[in-house]
């Protein structure tokens, strides 16, 4: 049922986002008062998906083995947490230090916002359908997914934001966020041979 009401939301809130940003467009002005109104709609939809999944416990198939393996592993510099990836690794220390070293709950809304931010990022600067796109998040499973594989979903996320960099054929900036997707999970590296799929031109002949 939360999971309805977050997508009804998030989405209802971007599609007042999009409604907005058409009115901006359309008077062809700065229009202040409209983009406070706007923006805010697109933050309320962030802060939506956010909140539940900041504030989260217990929920998730890997929540047990992040908290009970993962996490102390990486605190405790043990040779397992030593061999993850270095960019969560960094995360998790944050994380924990911002809860003045008592909890891990604030490793979990980390992790969950760096995941947003990219996402909701990758749907401003690409979607020409953002309400849409926001209902996908979670109706695709991704939000739910991004619960358990924390780390891969960042990756993912990161991801997402770099499409951008394939539309305009910007090879190292496209690398760059490879890259950064890689000091979260070593499986980013699939996505590289990705920014060639738009060369190939694919030509079909029909023989009657």
Known sequence: MIYLFVAFIGAGLMKIYSILTERINEVNADGFSLNILRWGAFSLSFLTLLIPAAVRYGIGIDYITYSNWQI?????????GQDLEIGYRFLVRVGYWMSGDTNYQWIFALTAFVILVFTYKAIHDQS???????LLVVFSSFYNYSFSGMRQSIAI????????????????RYCACIAIAFLFHRTALI????????KITIKFSFAI
């Open 128 to 134: 020409l359908m953002p309400a849409f796109s926001a």
């Open 157 to 172: 996320a990161i991801w997402l934001y770099s499409v951008k960099y394939i539309k305009n054929n910007s090879f190292w």
């Open 191 to 198: 996505y590289l041979p990705l920014f060639f799929l738009n």
């Open 72 to 80: 102390p592993n990486i605190l405790g510099d043990t040779k397992f």
